[in-house]
């Protein structure tokens, strides 16, 4: 390491303008999130995604109410209404779950199952 620069190629390529809205897949929580740097007492420098706020309920399309059930996981709602359980974190902020876990703590809770944030549509 040389000049303050990274030797590390994983953080030479967050480094790069074009990258770093596409570090993640397009189904992530994190997609589109921008980056910073950090540059430490020794000079290196560190890049980091900065800070993702939970957007408001009011910007999410209803698709369907789910009430709660002993025993529930949230992956598997997600798998059930929106095709995959990975997608859970869109229910946890349609819901405005800091937490997805506290989702499920209470039984016949109703959940929110909608469209992605900002698309409008139909309830199905």
Same mark, same amino acid.
């Given at each position: ?44 420098? +560190?890049?980091?995604?900065? !800070?993702?706020? &939970? @957007? ?6 209803? %698709? ?6 002993q025993g529930e996981r949230l992956d598997n709602i997600a798998a059930k209404y929106l095709g995959d359980p990975e ?19 209470? +039984?016949?809770?109703?959940? !929110?199952?909608? &469209? @992605? ?6 309830? %199905?």
């Open positions: 390491m040389s000049n303050g620069v990274s030797n590390d190629p994983v953080q030479a390529m967050l480094a790069q303008t074009s990258l770093q809205k596409n570090l993640f897949t397009a189904t992530s929580r994190y997609y589109g999130l921008d980056t910073g740097t950090l540059t430490k007492p020794d000079g290196t420098s +560190v890049i980091f995604l900065k !800070r993702r706020f &939970l @957007p408001p309920p009011e910007r999410f399309q209803l %698709l369907h109410e789910h009430s709660v059930t997608l859970f974190w869109r229910i946890a902020d349609a819901n405005r779950a800091m937490r997805p876990e506290d989702l499920l703590q209470t +039984v016949g809770r109703i959940l !929110r199952i909608t &469209l @992605p944030e900002g698309i409008a549509g139909a309830a %199905l």
